[in-house]
């Protein structure tokens, strides 16, 4: 869930999995943070009978799920109550972050359509559903071509940007950041432009890219964080199983490196197919 969270009630043996995000959430604790910092995820067809079965019989709140499906039954049902009934029947949240809470719930009801989608588009891509991200950025872009709101364009530009690296459409993304940096001039945009650059072109072209942009402070800064990222790598366990398997391969162990090659391929497939959705 993203940090350590102190559960007082008995976790749950059976998960409950979010249908649009595939997070799962074993304990009451888990379903109030998830609530708490998801709110452009959470539609009304979630909050239903399902999750209302699962609070009384894994979490063991009967009193919560008969409060939530009395609610759920009146017309009209408001979601915001209905979380807020979630968030407020323990104490897992103080009353200053409850009022803070809805008052989120009630600004994002205003918003416009544009800005929601991306509020919700931001949502999968902190869960690094980057296939879904992007085609939300898209559609945004494809459905308001006259959206007349500079730093709301280079924020769904940037953001589409390292969607799209992170599924290696490199060209698209790079087009993606330079038109974030063009609207704003945000240097963040431009970092991550020249980061991916240095991944793709030789140091001294990259330099020249830094200088032509005036950002010749970022330089070094770059080719740093490119060092950390390979050492990352290097202490990854998929690393050490390509290792492995190089390992066998080199020793002509032609069966163990099939099976370990296999092995690798079908965890990026796990992988590939846990982000889209």
Known sequence: MGRVILCETEPATISYIFPNTKIEVFSYEELCYYIYNNIALISEEYIS??????????????????????????????LTDLLAAILTFK??????????????????????????????????LRYRKYLKAASIYEEILDQNPDLNNEKLLASIYHNRAVALAHNF????????????????????????????????????DVEVLAKFYGVTEMFDQLYTAIEDAESDVLGSPAYHRMEKAIFHYQKNNLTDFNKRI???????????REQTV
């Open 49 to 78: 009978t399902k999750l209302f079965q699962w609070i009384e019989m894994e979490l063991g709140l009967p009193e919560l799920a008969k409060l939530l499906q009395e609610k759920k039954q009146k017309e009209p049902n408001d």
């Open 169 to 204: 459409e490199i060209d698209q993304a790079l087009n993606s950041y330079l038109k974030a940096y063009e609207l704003t001039g945000d240097k963040r945009s431009i970092y991550e432009y020249l980061l991916l650059m240095a991944m793709l072109k030789p140091r001294e």
């Open 91 to 124: 104490e897992y949240y103080t009353i200053p972050e409850i009022r803070e809470f809805i008052l989120r719930m009630e600004r994002m009801k205003v918003l416009s359509a544009p800005q929601f989608r991306k509020m919700q588009a931001d949502g999968f």
């Open 262 to 272: 296999d092995n690798v391929l079908e965890q990026l497939k796990a992988e590939f």
